[in-house]
């Protein structure tokens, strides 16, 4: 007897689309602080990002990917991206926060919608894409470095400026009357009253 299951159901489906030869490529990536497990063409909300809708993001932050064999990053895979479209900025479902203290007269109740981002997965690949823009900025810095190298360095004078006169007469001034001040004179004991009989 043969019991069927969830599990087993998939485990079928599975094996069928392997023998029609047909790759399901995943990957775990992170996103805003999340991990999701995303494919090509999968919708995912995600916590909102700052792009517009329509650019396009990419995550470089894959934990793990599958494309026929299974890659553990370590822990991150060095050089694998997965690319995305924002399609929209939207806000969740409200979530009511209730709460309460029996017999103490306590209640509180709050809603909340979380900002959300819906993106859509275009690509997952294993080589980052080049990027034209940091190779001229080092170009640019060694160039920098090579012209400071060869502009001679002006030697520095050590003369001392000549403070205004009016500054040097104040700090003398106060200086004296700090050690002019005289101790207070002692006040005279008050007589002590006999006690009446």
Known sequence: MYICTRLNIRLVYLNINKAKNINFMYAIVEIA??????????????????????????????????????????????GAVVTAKVLSHLKGDKVIVFKKKRRKGYIKKNGHRQFLTEIQIESISTKAPAKKAAPKKE???????????????????????????????????????????????????????????
Do not use: C, W, Y
């Open 33 to 78: 602080g999340q991990q999701f497990k995303v494919a090509k063409d999968q919708k995912v909300f995600v916590h909102r990002l700052q792009e517009k809708e329509g650019s396009k993001v990419s995550f470089d932050n894959v934990l793990l990917m599958d494309d026929g064999k299974i890659t553990i990053g370590a822990p991150a895979i060095k």
């Open 139 to 197: 170009e640019k810095s060694v160039a920098d470095k090579k012209e400071t190298a060869k502009k001679p360095v002006a030697k520095k004078t050590t003369a001392k400026k000549a403070e205004p006169k009016g500054k040097v007469e104040t700090a003398k001034k106060t200086a004296t009357k700090e050690t002019a001040k005289k101790p207070a004179a002692k006040k005279p004991a008050a007589k002590k009253e006999s006690p009446k009989k």
